[in-house]
């Protein structure tokens, strides 16, 4: 992580822990429900939903039936929220941004990490990838429709290569290490933990990352290529059928990212999502400095999710001109926590 990123890591945390991250109840109105149903998978974001679950903050602000959600692609898990099977989703970006683009009423209560590093394109070692122009010659296995695909298309014009040219195979993350394991494909492009499990498991290497080269042309190099943050997705219609019970999940959501970014509760967060998750602590304790837990909604956060509708725009995803994410971002939550996290307006309004 960058020392810029660091410093804004302490610095959100000091500022909430103040607000949100004491004992004191969370509780202050009464919400519509007492259930909160969430969607998680087996990557570090979700060490701010398990943190809350496990120390009762939940349970405390009056959601006193919490369940995690797994699914096998993030559309299902956009299904299951308009479906209401869950009232929380923690995607990447371009999900929300791609749906929101289609008329679908979701709305965004925040940043829950900034990870520009979080994806890597990984390569087998016998592929012979030296060179971004190696790239060609290779097969790579992703996710099309996910950030995934937006980090390949930046890299490729970062070093004007012919994005047309990648040969690309859409699979899920199991499935693609299982072929890269077999050589049907020769490199993987995804978020961690799998890029760190093919390093491990298969002795491959990573070749770039969202933020950084290791070609060897420009091994070490800072390449900003990614726009990837993942961020609190709510049904329009929950919100406005339940506005006690937003209120009081952002504030749970808040102080838990506020203490999990806390770098004095680092040992002990990431003990409890590792022994959650029947991980690796090490493996965790080296992934961590891939994520800033950051929810501030300010320019930053309007130019990611601008550079992700570009995307989708000029991959013909989405049709006429690219709305203002500020369009469907509701920002009063958490304004009442901590106003300083409100840099920029939402405009979405119950």
């Known amino acids: 992580m960058t020392t810029l990123a660091g410093l804004l890591k302490a610095t959100i945390a000091a500022g909430l822990i103040s607000v949100a991250g004491s004992v004191a109840p969370l509780a202050a109105q009464e919400v519509e429900t007492d259930t909160i149903n969430m969607s998680i998978g ?7 939903h398990i943190v809350a679950r496990e120390k009762g903050w939940f349970a405390e602000a009056g959601f006193k039936n919490v369940e995690f959600k797994t699914f096998a692609s993030g559309n299902l898990a956009g299904e299951a929220l308009l479906a209401g099977e869950i009232q929380l989703w923690t995607p990447g ?3 929300p941004v791609s749906m929101a683009h289609n008329g679908v009423p979701v709305v965004v209560l925040g940043t829950n990490a900034v990870s520009h590093g979080l994806e890597k394109i990984v390569v087998r070692k016998d592929a012979g990838v030296e060179t971004p122009e190696d790239l060609y010659k290779v097969k790579l296995g992703l996710l099309l429709s996910s950030t995934s695909g937006a980090l390949l298309a930046n890299m490729a014009e970062h070093y004007g290569l012919d994005a047309s040219k990648f040969q690309t195979v859409n ?6 290490l299982a072929a890269m394991a077999n050589n049907e494909i020769q490199g993987i492009i995804f978020w961690e933990p799998f890029p760190y499990r093919a390093v491990k498991e298969q002795d491959a290497r990573i070749v770039h990352s969202g933020t ?4 060897a042309k420009n091994e ?5 290529v990614s726009n990837n943050r993942t ?7 929950w919100v406005r059928e339940h506005p006690n019970a937003t209120n009081a999940l952002v504030k749970v959501l808040l102080k838990a990212q506020a203490y999990v970014a806390d770098p004095a509760n680092r040992d002990e967060v990431l003990k409890i999502y590792s022994d959650f998750q029947k991980q690796p602590l090490e493996m965790n304790q080296q992934l961590i400095s891939d ?3 950051d ?3 300010d320019e930053a956060y309007v130019e990611d999710m601008k550079a992700i509708a570009d995307f989708l725009k000029a991959t013909n995803r989405i049709q006429g001109d690219a709305m203002d994410v500020l369009t469907y971002t509701y920002t009063d939550p958490m304004k009442a926590v901590d106003p300083s996290l409100v840099v920029v307006e939402g405009q979405w309004k119950p």
Request: charged fraction near 15%; charge should be negative.
């Open 42 to 48: 087996p990557d570090l974001p979700f060490l701010v």
């Open 93 to 95: 970006n371009l999900p």
């Open 171 to 176: 699979l899920a993350p199991p499935e693609a």
């Open 212 to 215: 950084k080269s290791f070609f």
């Open 220 to 224: 070490g190099e800072e390449v900003p």
């Open 231 to 237: 961020v609190w997705i709510a049904s329009q219609d």
């Open 291 to 293: 994520y800033t837990f």
């Open 295 to 297: 929810p501030t909604v």
